[in-house]
C-alpha cells in the first residue's frame, strides 16, 4: 500500500501540472483578457485613463487617449491610445513578460500555496476563498450527507422490493425530482417559504443571521441551519437518482451471487444474509464515492443556488472571476480545487482497502 501511495502521490505532479498548462493556453488565447476589458471600459465610456490608472495602483501618469493617434495592433479597441499607456496596463497586470516566464512564475509561487491579488477586488487571492469556502463547503458537505443518508436506505429497500409497487412508485418519485432542475425548485421554494407571499418561514439569504455572534452556541447551530434549509433541499432533491438507482443495481448484483445462494442454503435469515454479507460488497463503489460525490456537489452544483439564496461562496467567486478575468483568482482556485480533487480521488481508492480488506492495490501491475 505504501508503494502505492508514493506512486499516486506522485503522478499528482504532472496531472496538476497538465490542467495547469491546458487552462492556462486556453484561457490567454481566448479574447477578452483583463486588459482588453480596461481598454473596452476606457473608450466605451469616455473615462480619464489617467484617473483609472490612478485608482488601479500605477502610479501617476499623464496619459490620456486625446493625446494619441498611434493605434496599440495588439488589442481589440486600442486605436488612439498611447502605446506607453498600454504597456503601463501591462506591466500592471504582469503582461510584459512572455507567456512560458509568466506560467512558469505562477507556477513556483504556487508550490508555496503564494496565489498573489485578485485584480480587481484588491486582496490576496488565499484570503478570498478562505472567506467564501465556509458557504461552499456547507453546501457541499451537508447536501452529500443528506442524499447518502437517504438514497442509501432507500436503495436497498427498492432492491428488497424489487418489481413491487413500492419500487415502482418511488422510481416515478425519483424521476419527477430529478426532472426539475435545482436553481428552479430553489426559486419555487423561496417564493413558497420565504418571500412572504405564502409563507415567511425561511430567511431570504446569507448563511447566518447578522446578529449570529449574539446568540447561544445552541441558538447559533439552529441559526445556521435555518438558513441552509431551503438551499439545502433545492440540492439535494435533484441528487437522488444516480446514487439510489446504483444502491438498488449494486445489491441486485450481489444477491444474485454464489455466496449468497450459499448463506441462504445454510439457514441464514433474510435481514442477517441482506446486512451482514451482501451490504459490504454491495455499499464498496456507493461509499467509496462518496470523497469524489462530496467535489463534485461542491464545485459544480452550488453556483446557481449561491446566486439565487444570496450565498456568497466559491462557486459566484468563480463566475465573477471568469466574467470578469480576474486571472490570479481564476488559475488560484483552479489550482486549489484540482488539488484537491485529486487528494480526494486518492482518498476514495484507499477506502476500497479500508471497506474489502480483500483489495491490494499493491498486486496490481503500474
Given at each position: 500500500?505504501?508503494?502505492?501511495?508514493?506512486?499516486?502521490?506522485?503522478?499528482m505532479?504532472?496531472?496538476?501540472?497538465a490542467?495547469m498548462?491546458?487552462?492556462?493556453?486556453?484561457?490567454?488565447?481566448?479574447?477578452?483578457?483583463p486588459?482588453e476589458?480596461?481598454?473596452?471600459?476606457?473608450?466605451?465610456?469616455?473615462?480619464?485613463i489617467?484617473?483609472r490608472?490612478?485608482?488601479?495602483?500605477?502610479?501617476e501618469t499623464?496619459?490620456?487617449?486625446?493625446?494619441t493617434?498611434t493605434?496599440?495592433?495588439?488589442?481589440?479597441?486600442?486605436?488612439?491610445?498611447?502605446?506607453?499607456f498600454?504597456?503601463?496596463?501591462?506591466?500592471?497586470?504582469?503582461?510584459?513578460?512572455?507567456?512560458?516566464?509568466?506560467f512558469?512564475?505562477?507556477?513556483?509561487?504556487?508550490?508555496?500555496?503564494?496565489?498573489?491579488?485578485?485584480?480587481?477586488?484588491?486582496?490576496?487571492?488565499?484570503?478570498?476563498?478562505?472567506d467564501?469556502?465556509?458557504?461552499?463547503?456547507?453546501?457541499?458537505?451537508?447536501?452529500?450527507?443528506?442524499?447518502y443518508?437517504?438514497?442509501?436506505?432507500?436503495?436497498?429497500a427498492k432492491?428488497?422490493?424489487?418489481?413491487?409497487?413500492?419500487?415502482v412508485w418511488?422510481?416515478?418519485?425519483?424521476?419527477?425530482?430529478?426532472?426539475?432542475p435545482s436553481?428552479?425548485?430553489?426559486?419555487f421554494?423561496?417564493?413558497?417559504?420565504?418571500?412572504?407571499?405564502?409563507?415567511d418561514?425561511?430567511?431570504?439569504?446569507?448563511?447566518?443571521?447578522e446578529?449570529?455572534?449574539e446568540?447561544s452556541?445552541p441558538?447559533?447551530?439552529?441559526?445556521?441551519?435555518?438558513?441552509?434549509?431551503?438551499?439545502?433541499t433545492?440540492?439535494?432533491?435533484?441528487g437522488?437518482?444516480?446514487l439510489?438507482?446504483?444502491?438498488?443495481n449494486?445489491?441486485?448484483?450481489?444477491?444474485?451471487?454464489?455466496?449468497?445462494?450459499?448463506?441462504r442454503?445454510?439457514?441464514?435469515?433474510?435481514?442477517?444474509?441482506?446486512?451482514?454479507?451482501?451490504?459490504?460488497?454491495?455499499?464498496?463503489?456507493?461509499?467509496?464515492?462518496f470523497?469524489?460525490?462530496?467535489?463534485?456537489?461542491?464545485?459544480?452544483?452550488?453556483l446557481l443556488?449561491?446566486?439565487?439564496?444570496?450565498?456568497?461562496?466559491?462557486g459566484?467567486?468563480?463566475?465573477?472571476?471568469?466574467f470578469?478575468?480576474?486571472?490570479?483568482?481564476?488559475?488560484?482556485?483552479?489550482?486549489?480545487f484540482s488539488?484537491?480533487?485529486?487528494?480526494?480521488?486518492?482518498?476514495?481508492?484507499?477506502?476500497?482497502t479500508?471497506?474489502?480488506?480483500?483489495?491490494?492495490f499493491?498486486?496490481?501491475?503500474?
Amino acid at each position: 500500500m505504501t508503494a502505492y501511495l508514493i506512486r499516486r502521490l506522485l503522478l499528482m505532479i504532472p496531472t496538476l501540472f497538465a490542467i495547469m498548462v491546458i487552462n492556462f493556453v486556453v484561457i490567454h488565447v481566448a479574447p477578452g483578457g483583463p486588459v482588453e476589458q480596461i481598454i473596452a471600459q476606457l473608450t466605451g465610456q469616455g473615462a480619464d485613463i489617467t484617473e483609472r490608472v490612478t485608482r488601479a495602483g500605477t502610479g501617476e501618469t499623464t496619459v490620456r487617449p486625446d493625446q494619441t493617434t498611434t493605434s496599440a495592433g495588439k488589442y481589440r479597441g486600442a486605436q488612439g491610445l498611447d502605446p506607453e499607456f498600454i504597456k503601463q496596463l501591462e506591466r500592471q497586470f504582469g503582461f510584459d513578460k512572455p507567456l512560458h516566464t509568466r506560467f512558469f512564475d505562477m507556477m513556483k509561487n504556487y508550490l508555496t500555496f503564494d496565489f498573489g491579488e485578485s485584480f480587481y477586488r484588491d486582496r490576496k487571492v488565499i484570503d478570498l476563498v478562505i472567506d467564501k469556502m465556509p458557504v461552499s463547503i456547507s453546501l457541499g458537505l451537508w447536501t452529500t450527507l443528506l442524499v447518502y443518508l437517504i438514497c442509501i436506505p432507500l436503495g436497498i429497500a427498492k432492491a428488497t422490493r424489487d418489481g413491487s409497487r413500492f419500487d415502482v412508485w418511488t422510481s416515478v418519485a425519483i424521476i419527477i425530482g430529478t426532472a426539475i432542475p435545482s436553481f428552479l425548485l430553489a426559486v419555487f421554494l423561496l417564493v413558497l417559504f420565504a418571500g412572504g407571499s405564502y409563507f415567511d418561514w425561511f430567511p431570504l439569504g446569507g448563511l447566518v443571521s447578522e446578529n449570529w455572534h449574539e446568540l447561544s452556541w445552541p441558538d447559533r447551530i439552529l441559526d445556521y441551519f435555518w438558513h441552509l434549509a431551503l438551499p439545502i433541499t433545492a440540492m439535494t432533491i435533484g441528487g437522488f437518482a444516480t446514487l439510489t438507482m446504483l444502491t438498488k443495481n449494486s445489491f441486485l448484483d450481489q444477491v444474485h451471487q454464489q455466496y449468497v445462494i450459499t448463506a441462504r442454503a445454510k439457514g441464514l435469515s433474510e435481514t442477517r444474509v441482506m446486512y451482514r454479507h451482501v451490504f459490504r460488497n454491495a455499499m464498496l463503489i456507493v461509499i467509496a464515492g462518496f470523497p469524489g460525490a462530496f467535489v463534485g456537489v461542491l464545485f459544480t452544483g452550488s453556483l446557481l443556488i449561491e446566486i439565487i439564496f444570496s450565498l456568497d461562496g466559491l462557486g459566484l467567486l468563480g463566475f465573477e472571476a471568469a466574467f470578469n478575468r480576474d486571472y490570479p483568482v481564476m488559475f488560484g482556485t483552479l489550482y486549489f480545487f484540482s488539488l484537491l480533487g485529486l487528494i480526494m480521488n486518492l482518498i476514495g481508492d484507499l477506502m476500497y482497502t479500508i471497506i474489502d480488506p480483500r483489495i491490494d492495490f499493491e498486486a496490481r501491475e503500474v
